[in-house]
């Protein structure tokens, strides 16, 4: 098994993406949490992202023993374990309801899933990179990526998918909210707070989506680059096979 390489500053700097956006979701525009200061949840949110990067990096560096080699799962596992008692702590401390518990397990857990992904497509061509002169990898390659329209429509759907389902949720939460504040329907403000959530989050996920796809396209496009070499040959040495039987 090809276990991908551990990028400790890149895994860093999207872990600390991931905990800031959440943070700011949670600190300032989520309208269900106007109780919490920017400045607690950001600090809630540093204590849990601190303890799963430092659970991160210490599993990163036994990939290779635990025979782990997907990053996406990895990721979206650990922040799910990490949404757990964070939800628990708000739940207890702030008497969150159990949608707005829902709402952080979901959230972590899929900024986990898209933080795993990046990952796993910046180390797969990383791999090819690294071993372009490897005739063997090309093989793998090509075996494990039979239809590469096929991948970039499940990619596309796997994203429409997840935005889809985070907009729905998000929906149902705001509507839940607006019918036990009918204040903000009159005076205005709730319509612009569910506005300023939409926004958010689309710009978000619109963001990580542009970023997957672009370094899902170079993959392929460095796949394919290692592939001529190898194909350009084949005219060539059928040539000369018909040359030899001439004579």
């Not at 872990?15 to 919490?36: D, K, N, Q, S």
């Not at 990383?126 to 090509?142: G, M």
């Not at 939409?198 to 796809?213: D, E, K, P």
């Not at 796949?223 to 084949?234: D, E, F, G, N, V």
Request: charge should be positive.
């Amino acid at each position: 098994m090809n276990t991908p390489r551990y990028d400790f500053p890149f895994t860093f700097l999207l872990y600390l993406l991931a905990g800031t956006l959440f943070g700011i979701y949670g600190g300032r525009v989520c309208p269900m949490l106007e109780t919490l200061t920017l400045s607690e949840v950001l600090k809630h949110t540093g204590i849990t992202f601190t303890a799963l990067f430092a659970v991160r990096h210490i599993l990163s560096s036994r990939l290779k023993h635990f025979g782990l080699s997907n990053f996406a799962k990895l990721d979206a596992c650990l922040f799910l374990l990490a949404s757990i008692p964070l939800a628990m702590f708000y739940s207890l401390s702030y008497q969150f309801p159990i949608d707005s518990n829902l709402k952080v397990v979901f959230g972590l857990t899929m900024f986990g899933f898209l933080t795993g992904f990046i990952l796993n497509l910046r180390a797969q061509k990383e791999n090819v990179e690294q071993f372009d002169q490897d005739s063997s990898l090309v093989i793998l390659q090509t075996n494990e990526r039979q239809s590469m329209m096929g991948q970039a429509i499940g990619l596309v759907l796997l994203l429409l998918v997840t935005l889809t389902i985070t907009l729905s949720m998000v929906a149902l939460k705001d509507v839940f909210w607006l019918e036990h504040n009918p204040e903000r329907v009159l005076d205005g403000s709730g319509k612009i707070s569910i506005i300023k959530e939409f926004a958010y989050i689309a710009s978000v996920l619109i963001g990580y989506s542009i970023y997957i796809m672009k370094l899902w396209s170079q993959l392929m496009k460095r796949i394919l680059q290692t592939r001529k070499p190898p194909l350009r040959k084949l005219p060539q040495a059928h040539r000369h096979s018909v040359t030899d039987i001439q004579q």
